[in-house]
Each structure stands twice: as structure tokens, then as C-alpha cells.
């Protein structure tokens, strides 16, 4: 079974901290995504890797940065943390598409900045 | 880009056949239809994927029309345990760019006894 983790499923900051959200993989995929979740809005993309070193901004790439150095490993930065960045923050990987696209997710990191 | 529309909420009694449908109007050649299922505090799971006609596997049933316009999930004989949130997922698979997958705002089924 594919299996994504995230560092954190519960994370409270301060306004202006840096933040690191950290999301890892098992399955050897070259694609990882970041997401957020707010009520209402459905999940939105925030950034995504389709390869090591290699990123794409999402629909709401303002106020994240991101680090992929290693395959299985796609980290979301907060560099000044503000609150309106409070949310759940979806990480998902998959294979190179193909005829079939499927997502995994992890559980999830729910942020509080306060 | 294909964007979704889906209703925002839907309810259902355990036993029941629910039927879920999705609006995509400007669905491209290339585009694929996912559903996904989300519980609370988790992330989302693949329900189904289709293309035109019918898809079916153990979960689930996925019509879509000749037009493929619209698509509709359809869940037999709903349980508790399907209370959840249902996106739907319009996007190719081609190309390597995220930039074509967009997900709808989901709908939230409540399944009572």
C-alpha cells in the first residue's frame, strides 16, 4: 500500500514564524503535491513537483515556498506565517501519469497561527 | 481549464441508492473524470476514474454521457459509513502539468439511520 506521511497532524505558530510542513513517500513517485483546505473552498493547490529540484506553483502559491531535494520527500514553507494561513494542509504524491491518475494523500497537518 | 460544479450538500437514509452528479461544460478531449471520497480529518481516497460511458468497481458506479458534460456517482445502498465528502476531478493525464487538474468544491453526504 502507498503510504504518505506528514510530520505533523496538529501544529499551532506565531504570526511571522517560519513554518516547515514536512511530507514523505514510499512509493518511488515523481509527482508531489501541497494543498490547503479551508470550509467551503474544497482543497486548492498550492504547489507541485513533478520531479527532484523541479516545482510548479499552484492557484495560490503566495505566501509558500517549497523544497524538494530528495524523490520521496516535498517540504511546504511558511516563510512569515500569517493568520490567514490557518488551515489543513494536504499533501499527495503520485506516479508519472498515465492512463490512470490517481492521488494519495496524507492525513493531513491542521495549522493554527495565531 | 474544466471547472466543476457540483451540489453543495446531499442527504441520504442507510440502504439507499445516492446519485451524485458533476457539471464540467468545457471538459477537454484529453480530460479524465476522478471522484475521490474524504472522511473527516483525512485526506481524500480514489473512489473511480472514467472517460465516457460506465464504469463500475466495488464502491461505486461513474455514468457519464455522450456529451460528457456532466458525469454521476452513483453509490448502492449507502451506509453510515459513507458519510463523507465526494470531489469531483476533472484533468488530464497527459502532458506532466499540474496546471490542468482542478478539483471541485465536493459535496457532503450525510447518511442517516
Known amino acids: 500500500d502507498v503510504k504518505v506521511t506528514q510530520s505533523s497532524r496538529y501544529l499551532v505558530k506565531r504570526t511571522g514564524e517560519k513554518v516547515f510542513l514536512e511530507c514523505v513517500q514510499d512509493?518511488?513517485?515523481?509527482?508531489m503535491f501541497w494543498y490547503r483546505q479551508d470550509p467551503g473552498l474544497g482543497l486548492r493547490l498550492i504547489y507541485f513537483s513533478y520531479d527532484v529540484k523541479m516545482k510548479e506553483k499552484g492557484d495560490i502559491p503566495e505566501g509558500y515556498s517549497v523544497s524538494r531535494e530528495k524523490k520521496e520527500r516535498f517540504s511546504l514553507i511558511l516563510e512569515s506565517a500569517s493568520t490567514n494561513q490557518t488551515s489543513m494542509y494536504l499533501c499527495a504524491s503520485r506516479t508519472r501519469p498515465t492512463s490512470v491518475e490517481t492521488q494519495y494523500f496524507g492525513p493531513g497537518t491542521r495549522l493554527l497561527v495565531l | 481549464l474544466a471547472k466543476t460544479t457540483q451540489p453543495i450538500s446531499m442527504d441520504s437514509y442507510e440502504g439507499q441508492e445516492v446519485n451524485i452528479t458533476c457539471s464540467h461544460n468545457?471538459?477537454?478531449?484529453?480530460?479524465?473524470i476522478t471522484w475521490y471520497q474524504q472522511f473527516p480529518s483525512q485526506g481524500p481516497r480514489f473512489i473511480i476514474q472514467?472517460?465516457?460511458t460506465k464504469v463500475t468497481n466495488e464502491v461505486a458506479s461513474l455514468f457519464i454521457p455522450a456529451d460528457r458534460k456532466s458525469s454521476t456517482l452513483s453509490l448502492p445502498r449507502v451506509s453510515l459509513s459513507d458519510t463523507a465528502v465526494y470531489y469531483c476531478l476533472v484533468g488530464s493525464n497527459y502532458g506532466g502539468s499540474q496546471g490542468n487538474l482542478i478539483f471541485g468544491k465536493g459535496t457532503k453526504l450525510s447518511v442517516k439511520p
Open positions: 468545457n471538459i477537454a478531449t484529453n480530460d479524465y
Open positions: 512509493m518511488d513517485h515523481e509527482n
Open positions: 472514467g472517460y465516457k
